[in-house]
């Protein structure tokens, strides 16, 4: 496995040199080394939008900011992945992401050090961490949910169909901080490493408790279910609809089960989180999109690369990070992160 040191982040984003080490031991094929951390370029989206997101909108940028570290930039920590996806941190503040098409999961660590956590990976696309440390994957090749013992990477399957029929391929997770209930998103993306039919199941959204190992089928009025988000005290999940480009909000009831639906924003998105002051965090748009908790767009965020996810991470969890194509970049945040997703 080859292990790359790039530079963390602390302070300002400072440039450091790469210290590479390489240990083979009946390695799997190669993964990529990350080149070292340097400031993003200044870059505006390219034209014309993506699987049903918004298109590129005028970028809202206030000074100061509302959410970055006062002086903060777009860091590119590593690349030359085929695409990036699914990232999510453990209560270290470490980020695990994937690059999808290399049916790997990647940890970049709190002293900055990037690795291959595990490959094959079943194709994992969203992840999150359980109330137990187990990590949650949406494993895309069989379109299966999976949790990982990340100490051992033992996996274990916990579902893959729906009264007897396949998923469409879980997508993005989230998992209720208390109940420990599953919620994931479930659209229909054909992938090359498929070997099956069409799609048997609405593109929607579900909730399964491991409680009891019961599956359960949410709102189904939506066209295409993708980027998901809960609130960190449990009570509110967002669904963004990314084919009808709108994002919802939910009350969570105690039964898990979904109340009050609204409209959040005009917006779909393909990946989501929250911050400590209750924004939102949508990529959409050809950016990211932050939204305060009233679904007023208040902030755009952009990178060189077009962003799919991203997730607050590191020791004090004030580091934006996003997966974007086939790159990973960071930024300062003033704000905080409030969970794994």
């Not at 790997?104 to 992840?127: C, E, H």
């Not at 208040?298 to 020791?315: D, H, K, L, Q, S």
């Not at 086939?326 to 704000?335: C, I, L, M, S």
Request: a neutral charge; hydrophobic letters at 35%; aromatic letters at 10%.
């Amino acid at each position: 496995m080859n292990i790359t040191r790039v530079a963390s982040l602390g302070g300002v984003l400072a440039v450091c040199l790469i210290a590479a080490a390489v240990a083979a031991q009946n390695p799997p094929p190669a993964p990529t080394q990350a080149p070292p951390a340097e400031q993003a370029p200044a870059a505006q989206p390219p034209a014309g939008g993506r699987r049903g997101g918004a298109p590129p909108v005028p970028p809202i940028t206030p000074s100061p900011s509302r959410v970055l570290a006062p002086g903060a930039v777009v860091v590119k920590l590593a690349g030359d992945f085929i695409f990036t996806e699914g990232p999510t941190t453990d209560k270290a503040g470490n980020v695990y992401f994937v690059d999808q098409d290399n049916n790997r999961i990647m940890k970049y660590d709190t002293a900055g050090v990037l690795t291959t956590f595990m490959q094959p990976s079943g194709y994992a696309n969203g992840m999150t961490f359980d109330n137990q440390g187990n990590l949650i994957a949406a494993a895309d090749e069989k379109n299966e949910m999976w949790s990982i013992d990340v100490a051992t990477k033992k996996v274990t399957v916990l579902f893959n169909t729906y009264e007897g029929k396949l998923l469409n391929g879980p997508n993005d997770v989230w998992v209720h901080p208390t109940s420990g209930r599953i919620y994931f998103s479930d659209p229909y993306y054909q992938r090359r490493w498929w070997n099956r039919g069409p799609r048997e199941n609405p593109e929607t959204v579900y909730v399964y408790s491991p409680a009891d190992k019961s599956l359960k089928r949410l709102d189904e009025d939506l066209g295409q279910a993708n980027g998901i988000i809960g609130t960190p005290n449990g009570r509110t999940l967002y669904v963004a609809d990314i084919r009808n480009r709108k994002t919802f909000a939910y009350d969570i009831a105690p039964d898990g089960s979904l109340t009050n639906k609204r409209l959040f924003c005009e917006f779909g998105s393909d990946g989501m989180t929250v911050d400590s002051e209750g924004n939102v965090y949508l990529t959409t748009g050809r950016a990211v999109q932050v939204f305060d908790k009233a679904g007023e767009r208040i902030e755009t965020i952009t990178a060189p690369e077009v962003p799919a996810n991203v997730v607050f991470g590191g020791t004090d969890m004030q580091t934006l990070f996003m997966t974007a194509r086939t790159g990973f970049y960071a930024v300062k945040t003033r704000v905080k992160g409030v969970g794994p997703q």
